[in-house]
């Protein structure tokens, strides 16, 4: 554990502790949420242990204090982690090779984990970035929701915190940095994206939460390359 902290320089440490106080904000307000709407406090603590996603989290609890049905709820959250199957794929390397590890990684895997792996090509690093994110957000998360969760009904308005915002603003300034630089695969990278957030916005006001996010994939079409021509005499 301490080879994993010193692999890592000052300034991806520093973004990773504020990703988890972000984190936590985002946390402490799921578990006010849930227990101001009238969840018993241990519900949101052990959905964070077992789940541990937090947008999923925040769609299984609104569906269930909407009125809706567990099985609706349950559905909510899957369409909506279905996002983080081909992130499985892009840091597979970063996992390992025994099970137990691979078992532990995809629980730990987040939106922000991924976006520490994605920015930086080295093994070494890439590997020590995604488990010390991984496991101080799931400390971070899990803390602030038993916080939360306790102190949910002397809350009135969660809502009127913001807390929301945290989450998003955080992501968007670790992905920002990639888009910004000038090469030709990062330009076919900030083609896909901007596609993939216009889809997202404009499906936004039509459907249920979570396939907006799902229809964003689809600015990967822009992402792919055609394979460069072969000189003549050459073939595959």
Do not use: K, Y
Request: net charge positive; with cysteine.
């Amino acid at each position: 554990m301490h080879s994993l902290w010193r692999t890592l320089d000052r300034g991806t440490l520093r973004d990773i502790a504020l990703v988890c106080l972000a984190d936590a904000m985002v946390g402490a307000a799921f578990g006010a949420i849930a227990v101001s709407g009238g969840l018993p406090p241990w519900v949101p603590v052990v959905m964070s242990l077992l789940v541990f996603a937090g947008g999923a989290q925040f769609a299984a609890v609104g569906v269930v204090l909407s009125g809706g049905a567990p099985i609706a709820a349950v559905a909510a959250g899957l369409v909506l982690n279905a996002r983080l199957l081909p992130f499985g794929f892009a840091i597979g390397d970063v996992l390992g090779g025994r099970w137990w590890t691979r078992l532990t990684g995809a629980h730990l895997m987040t939106d922000e984990a991924v976006a520490f792996v994605l920015r930086d090509g080295d093994p070494r690093r890439r590997h020590a970035a995604f488990w010390a994110c991984g496991l101080g957000l799931f400390v971070s998360w899990n803390a602030a929701v038993v916080l939360g969760a306790l102190a949910g009904r002397g809350i009135g308005d969660t809502a009127a915190l913001g807390l929301d915002a945290a989450f998003p603003a955080v992501l968007l300034a670790l992905v920002l940095p990639s888009l910004a630089e000038r090469n030709v695969p990062n330009a076919a990278l900030r083609r896909a994206s901007v596609f993939g957030a216009a889809v997202a916005v404009a499906a936004t006001p039509f459907l249920p939460a979570g396939l907006p996010v799902l229809l964003a994939l689809t600015g990967l079409v822009l992402a792919v390359r055609a394979p460069a021509p072969l000189p003549d005499g050459e073939v595959r």
